[in-house]
């Protein structure tokens, strides 16, 4: 079962049509489709509402295949049961994204604790999508993975995933999937970033919570087909070096994982 847990259709920094997605998502089983906010505050009074009905017209077209998160601003949406159940029950969507970091929030918020307080009792997966690249007006302390250790502690049975492995602060991201049961970093690489991609697969390694990541491409900024190469083959770089090697079967579990049924996500 290969998941890619976190594509896009819509993001800020390039647009990206339906079927170019389709294409890409050709190399996976499954497909984690975040939505992403066009804009965020002035001005966002209808934005989420109208990013989750594309979003879900686009999964439920392609359901075999597609699972879609949707979008939450708990300081400017409604954070009650009522909602999120429209959004599980009505759009068929599987989980939610937060862009604390873009949106400028604390994740410890009020309104995003009452969030995770219903997100939890209806089982709706939370990813944060809190890593590069940022806009310029971005609160990049919101970004720190450590805030999400109050979140984590609090709603113990919440399946929660730091997208892109929590960058620029990786070592945070693997304190916190190490400390948490559901916690879980998505492993977003960008193939040409060989260097980048070995130090933070041996670390995790080395920190023992390989079983704790999630493959994912971040399409369209990279494919799902070359970052499953990248990986596989970081250890054939290796050959003619010293620096250790990570346990091949480790990597294929990475992005072998079955990251929905890991998630609580019934397809």
């Not at 890409?24 to 066009?38: G, N, T, Y």
């Not at 949707?70 to 009650?80: F, Q, S, T």
């Not at 079983?211 to 399409?219: E, T, V, W, Y």
Request: glycine residues 8%; contains cysteine; negative net charge.
């Amino acid at each position: 079962m290969i998941v890619d847990c976190h594509t896009h259709i819509h993001c800020a920094a390039r647009e990206v049509s339906h079927a170019e997605h389709l294409v890409a998502a050709e190399s996976a089983d499954a497909c984690i489709v975040l939505a992403a906010p066009i804009a965020c505050p002035p001005g966002r009074d209808e934005g989420s509402s109208a990013i989750n009905k594309e979003l879900s017209e686009y999964i439920n077209t392609h359901g075999e295949k597609m699972v879609g998160f949707a979008l939450v601003d708990p300081v400017r949406d409604k954070v009650g049961l009522k909602y999120l159940k429209s959004l599980q029950d009505d759009l068929n969507l599987k989980g939610c994204v937060l862009y604390c970091c873009e949106c400028g929030f604390h994740p410890t918020h009020s309104r995003a604790m009452r969030f995770y307080e219903s997100a939890e009792q209806l089982g709706l997966p939370v990813f944060f999508h809190n890593a590069a690249p940022f806009a310029p007006d971005a609160v990049l302390d919101y970004a720190q993975p450590y805030l999400l250790d109050e979140v984590a502690r609090t709603f113990g049975s919440l399946k929660i995933v730091i997208g892109r492995m929590g960058r620029p602060f990786v070592n945070q991201t693997l304190c916190i999937i190490g400390k948490h049961e559901n916690v879980y970093a998505d492993l977003t690489i960008q193939p040409d970033s060989i260097w980048q991609t070995y130090n933070v697969v041996v670390t995790a390694h080395e920190q023992a919570v390989m079983d704790k990541l999630l493959f994912g491409s971040g399409f369209p900024f990279a494919q799902p087909g070359p970052c499953m190469e990248r990986l596989l083959g970081l250890n054939k770089l290796l050959g003619d070096t010293n620096l250790p090697t990570i346990p091949q079967g480790q990597v294929r579990g990475i992005i072998e994982r079955d990251s929905l049924t890991l998630l609580g996500i019934k397809k």
